[in-house]
């Protein structure tokens, strides 16, 4: 079984030219597959919302919808390090709220860390939860809660002033006290350059091949949201028709009789008819 990584050990990572694997889990049985499978760190993310709860972005997803998600996935991977993503509402309001709500990711499901997405803004928020006790993961680059704000799901820091903003942001969130920053669709020179000016790993997602680590939303990579699926995804596998074929094969089974047969049917006393004077 593998180790519970700790907030020092992913740090480790980095120094010691290890990449860091992460991706998101919404579920147990998913959780226990992914942790077996060797995965670093399983994030419970508010994409939550779009590929498992059916909303149209992250923004509706609630505090309890993550806290129930979030206790699923520790149940399926006690082992694992599990970050837990701050929803849209739950930080913004305030550093006393910030804490309540990270608090509650660490008391009710049992997770090691949390995420939140933004920059300059949210710093004094990050230094509030790690003098809580609260390890905090930062976002910035194309943040999904404020997508509309940033024109829509685009590559961000793509001109000067972007990227010498993206830069300034990654230092200051380091300052502030995250030990892992999440790039998330920025050109592959820009997150190498981030990598490059903070000393805790970076884990891109749409950031390219320089960052400390990768992070995928697991419905994405696998195959099994198909509604909208961002360009830098790499498809592992494609689950969604192969789940579509193996539906369809068990209700034609049903449908013609054929399921269940002998072989998943239980068998009774001869003769059982005759016994029960029917
Ligand atoms: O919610 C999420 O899954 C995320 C990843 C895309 C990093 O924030």
Same mark, same amino acid.
Do not use: I, M, N
């Given at each position: 079984m593998q180790k519970r990584k700790t907030v020092a050990g992913i740090k480790g990572m980095k120094a010691a030219g290890e990449k860091i694997t992460m991706l998101t889990a919404y579920d147990a049985s998913m959780a226990a597959m992914l942790t077996e499978a060797g995965v670093d760190v399983l994030l419970v993310g508010d994409s939550l919302g779009m590929v %498992?709860? /059916?909303? =149209? $972005? +992250? %923004?509706?997803? +609630?505090m309890d919808e993550m806290i129930h998600h979030a206790s699923a996935v520790r149940r399926g991977a006690p082992a694992a390090f599990i970050v837990g993503d701050m929803p849209f509402g739950s930080y913004q309001s305030g550093e006393r709220d910030a804490i309540l709500n990270g608090a509650r990711f660490l008391k009710?499901? /049992?997770? =090691?860390a949390v995420k939140l997405e933004g920059g300059l803004e949210v710093c004094s928020t990050v230094t509030a939860l790690v003098q809580a006790g609260i390890s905090v993961v930062g976002h910035i680059g194309l943040t999904p809660q404020t997508a509309t704000q940033l024109g829509g799901y685009k590559v961000q820091g793509r001109d000067l002033e972007s990227a010498r903003k993206m830069v300034e942001e990654a230092k200051a969130l380091e300052k502030a006290g995250i030990f892992a920053l999440v790039l998330e669709c920025i050109p592959d020179e820009l997150g190498k350059i981030v990598s490059e000016e903070i000393a805790i790993p970076s884990i891109g997602i749409g950031a /390219?091949?320089? *960052?400390d680590g990768q992070v995928l939303v697991t419905h994405d990579m696998l195959g099994m949201f198909g509604k909208f699926v961002p360009s830098? %995804?790499? $498809?592992? *596998? +494609?689950l969604a028709p192969d789940i579509k074929d193996a539906v369809s094969a068990y209700t034609s089974e049903v449908r013609e009789g054929m399921y269940p047969d002998r072989k998943h049917s239980f068998s009774s006393e001869p003769n059982l008819r005759k016994l029960l004077g029917l």
């Open positions: %498992v709860l /059916g909303y =149209d $972005s +992250t %923004v509706p997803v +609630t009710e499901a /049992g997770c =090691d /390219g091949v320089h *960052c830098f %995804v790499k $498809s592992y *596998c +494609t």
